[in-house]
């Protein structure tokens, strides 16, 4: 390789205790949140003492796990790193008044369901609407995981989002991040490069109506010690720009003396001074080069990511615009359903892919 850089940001998380006085008085009945990351939280609650705590675990209380879970988390990031250099400092300057982007990538055939719904919805959510003929792929093995069914999914860092999830791109309002908590990867990918499991063959029975291995001891188990791990990635809004900039900082420290770590060390310098916000995330996470050389995969390494988890819906309210195909902008504005939004549809630039 022409350097090495740590594409997964680890750190073993210490847990959090919290002292909450007992009442003896019957709390009253609230219901449990089905909400992605409720089988993290009664994961890390099962982790702290065996004996069950005999409260319900509803939203509020989820809510307020992800706080604590995120705050312990980037508490230790920034024990482990310190002591800053100086352009690691300002780093963290220059990223904290530009707001990464925040996009969702979904294919054109799909379209037409957002604008019905006036939504982004999560699967669970469509089920209930469509029954049948469902446009999601969310696997299972993530629902599994950390309750991905419930959750609409969005890119946080990369301008444009992701590619490989659709030929359309959506942009969302910077307030969106309010309903939403990240981690650094997909469940899939924790699944497959965290945890070195068969991620693909483990979707493929879920797929077909399985169930997977009871046993720990089976490589396609997937249980307790799997969701613990992952519930010490989850970041909330409030530090997302503040962990792209930790992702960043460990990279730029693990560069070697090829030439292209210079490149991405020049990059890293650009940031301190780049005022332009699209500028700033376009140099953070540049484009990928079609066809690339691995010279230019390795200048082009991106400096960090988050995937952006948010419950049930995103309401159209929060786009800033819907960028379809050029060949197919004719067709979409069209559209009966596309009609009381057409001031946000527009063609895609022709360089996005």
Not at 210 to 222: A, F, H, Q, T, V
């Amino acid at each position: 390789m022409l350097f090495r850089v740590f594409i997964v940001i680890s750190t073993l998380s210490l847990f959090c205790a919290v002292s909450v006085a007992q009442t003896v008085t019957e709390a009253p009945e609230v219901k449990p949140a089905q909400q992605a990351g409720h089988p993290l939280a009664t994961t890390r609650r099962a982790a702290i003492n065996v004996l069950p705590f005999h409260r319900t675990l509803d939203a509020a209380k989820l809510s307020k796990w992800l706080e604590i879970s995120s705050r312990c988390t980037m508490a230790e990031f920034e024990l482990f790193l310190s002591p800053l250099t100086v352009e690691e400092q300002k780093l963290l300057k220059a990223i904290e008044n530009k707001p990464a982007p925040i996009v969702n990538r979904l294919y054109l055939k799909n379209l037409r369901d957002v604008l019905k719904q006036k939504a982004l919805v999560s699967l669970r959510v469509e089920d209930e609407i469509k029954k049948d003929d469902l446009s999601h792929t969310t696997p299972a093995v993530e629902n599994l995981l950390y309750g991905a069914f419930d959750a609409v999914f969005a890119s946080v860092g990369p301008p444009n989002g992701s590619p490989r999830y659709g030929d359309v791109v959506i942009h969302l309002k910077d307030t969106v991040r309010e309903h939403g908590w990240a981690t650094p990867f997909s469940g899939m990918h924790f699944v497959y490069a965290i945890q070195h499991k068969d991620a693909r063959k483990m979707q493929d029975l879920l797929a077909a109506g399985k169930s997977l291995p009871d046993s720990p001891y089976n490589p396609l188990y997937l249980g307790f010690n799997d969701r613990l791990h992952f519930s010490h990635y989850v970041v909330t809004e409030r530090y997302w720009n503040q962990m792209l900039a930790y992702q960043a900082i460990l990279v730029y420290r693990n560069l070697d003396d090829s030439p292209a770590s210079e490149k991405v060390r020049q990059r890293f310098t650009a940031l301190l001074t780049e005022e332009d916000p699209q500028k700033f995330w376009n140099l953070f996470i540049p484009p990928r080069v079609k066809n690339g050389t691995a010279e230019s995969e390795a200048e082009n390494i991106p400096f960090g990511y988050l995937e952006g988890k948010f419950d049930d819906q995103i309401s159209i309210d929060f786009f800033t615009s819907i960028q379809v195909p050029a060949s197919k902008l004719a067709e979409v504005r069209s559209w009966p359903e596309a009609q009381p939004y057409l001031h946000l549809i527009q063609a895609k630039p022709a360089d996005i892919p």
